[in-house]
């Protein structure tokens, strides 16, 4: 299987801590995403890269968030001193776009955080 | 302010009937729609997709139709099966099937009975 994959799937963490996630896309797909969904709610645009540019942040994304895609091909979001409303599913998605065929977004499983 | 709504929470339907899923936008610069559908602890998965210059687009046994002057969408699955037991997600973006945002509604559970 070649889908977008996240690591790791679940994350339980303290008030304060630090946590890293990491998003490995379709290795052909240019763009890489991530979204954040919490209980009884769609999923909300966080941030996108096209290769290994940062393109747009969502104002959802707060100082203490900070994401890199260093190569253009892996994307790592980390989030500095959690708070209990960090709590969500964070997920990536990927597509190719500019290809004349542009792709939806596929997404992965999604890191489920929990913040206690 | 729910730029995407989708006002019915949950839906069941008997096995082989039509599941007609609703979904009603208010942001008039949306020109790209998208169903997702969603089982429990998996992502969203890509099932079908309308531009605004169409006002419908099928897919196998899921159609989707699009009303611009009502801002309304709706996904037709004909015959449902119990494996589209699923929460669906109605997407928008404004700026065509390249558009990195998309918005989501707050999706419809679909239960399909045997």
């Known amino acids: 299987d070649t889908g977008v994959s996240q690591d790791p799937r679940h994350k339980i963490t303290k008030r304060g801590q630090n946590v890293t996630f990491r998003c490995d896309p379709i290795?052909?797909?240019?763009?890489l995403y991530w979204y954040r969904q919490t209980l009884g709610q769609g999923p909300e645009f966080l941030t996108y890269f096209q290769n290994e540019a940062q393109l747009e942040k969502s104002r959802l994304l707060s100082d203490r968030f900070s994401a890199e895609r260093p190569k253009g091909s892996f994307s790592t979001l980390e989030i500095q001193r959690t708070e209990q409303g960090d709590s969500a599913m964070y997920l990536c998605?990927?597509?190719?776009?500019?290809?004349?065929?542009?792709?939806?977004?596929?997404f992965g499983n999604g890191t489920r955080l929990t913040v206690t | 302010d729910q730029q995407v709504k989708q006002n019915s929470p949950s839906l069941s339907v008997q096995e082989g009937r039509i599941s007609i899923l609703n979904c009603d936008y208010t942001?008039?610069?949306?020109?790209?729609f998208l169903w997702y559908k969603k089982y429990p602890a998996e992502g969203p998965t890509f099932l079908i997709s309308?531009?605004?210059?169409?006002d419908k687009n099928e897919d196998g046994r899921f159609t989707v139709f699009l009303n611009k002057s009502a801002k309304h969408l709706s996904l037709h699955i004909v015959p449902s099966q119990p494996g589209d037991s699923a929460v669906y997600f109605c997407a928008a973006s404004g700026r065509g099937a390249g558009s990195y945002q998309l918005t989501f509604g707050k999706g419809t559970k679909l239960s399909v009975i045997p």
């Open positions: 290795s052909e797909h240019n763009r």
């Open positions: 309308i531009s605004s210059i169409k």
């Open positions: 998605a990927s597509s190719l776009v500019g290809t004349g065929n542009n792709s939806p977004l596929h």
């Open positions: 942001n008039s610069m949306f020109d790209y």
